[in-house]
């Protein structure tokens, strides 16, 4: 494929290597592109990165991918049916059409994070733990995979839209000015996302704090009723021989009555003093 349509081998080597930035690389007689598509998996929740390359020429379109790519099949059956304005229009127009499909996906992509987010802060209100820890890393892993993706993607349609090559028409330009406005949005919610997985992280450290502040008050209480109780249990636990209180008939009970009233009525001051 490279010796018939005189593809450089740099880009040869790029397209072979899918582990490469999206980027623009204007030749002499075709335009390369290197995008990233991504999507989502249901099971794992990850997100499955794929690299797609793209070689606009003057009459042909050539895309290369690591998987079949299924997000391209709509497209597929307008192509093949005739249907819209693909068959009609320049080759730029089909690369515009390929390109608004990854831009679409990456709205998905945001969607579904964004309610992945939205059910962690549920659990995170309702009982946040390691668990809840672990949720929050992943999705900020997860966004930083996406910015990584889209960020450079929007230069590259910056420079499509602003291009003075002769594969890139006018009436073309306008389109890929619509999906740069795309991506600047998406890149805005992402920001939003971002600022959002970061409070929810400070969210986190607060409500652990404070469940830890809740141990420790209850026992606080407990130490505080018990110090009371224990110095009395000290006293006769002590080994004199005289003790006025050993001898007597009802000390046991008497000792047992200071006790329980003691206790109730630290509690009944915890209470009043909302301790408790």
């Not at 009982?127 to 450079?152: C, D, F, T």
Request: net charge negative; hydrophobic share 45%; proline share 2%.
């Amino acid at each position: 494929i490279g010796r018939i349509f005189k593809i450089i081998s740099f880009d040869l080597e790029d397209i072979a290597n899918t582990t490469q930035r999206p980027r623009i690389e204007e030749r002499d007689e075709y335009i390369f592109m290197v995008f990233k598509v991504l999507q989502l998996e249901q099971e794992s929740r990850e997100v499955n990165i794929e690299q797609v390359s793209l070689i606009l020429g003057s009459n042909y379109v050539i895309s290369f991918h690591e998987t079949t790519p299924k997000v391209f099949g709509t497209l597929q059956n307008r192509i093949l049916t005739g249907m819209g304005r693909i068959r009609k229009m320049k080759s730029d127009y089909l690369i515009f059409s390929i390109i608004d499909i990854i831009i679409d996906q990456y709205f998905t992509l945001i969607e579904d994070i964004g309610e992945i987010i939205e059910a962690t802060e549920e659990e995170l209100i309702s009982s946040p733990g390691q668990s809840s820890q672990e949720a929050i890393y992943k999705l900020k892993r997860r966004l930083g995979y996406v910015k990584k993706s889209i960020w450079p993607a929007r230069e590259v349609l910056n420079q499509l839209q602003h291009s003075d090559h002769d594969l890139i028409h006018e009436e073309t330009k306008m389109y890929f000015r619509n999906i740069y406005d795309h991506t600047i949005q998406i890149i805005e919610t992402l920001e939003s996302l971002r600022d959002l997985t970061s409070g929810m992280m400070d969210l986190y450290l607060s409500a652990v704090s404070l469940k830890m502040n809740e141990i420790m008050k209850v026992l606080t209480i407990f130490s505080a009723i018990f110090i009371p109780l224990t110095f009395f249990a000290g006293v006769y636990g002590m080994n004199f021989k005289y003790l006025p209180e050993l001898e007597w008939k009802y000390g046991y009970y008497l000792f047992w009555g200071i006790m329980i009233t003691l206790t109730l009525f630290m509690l009944a001051f915890f209470r009043r003093r909302k301790w408790l």
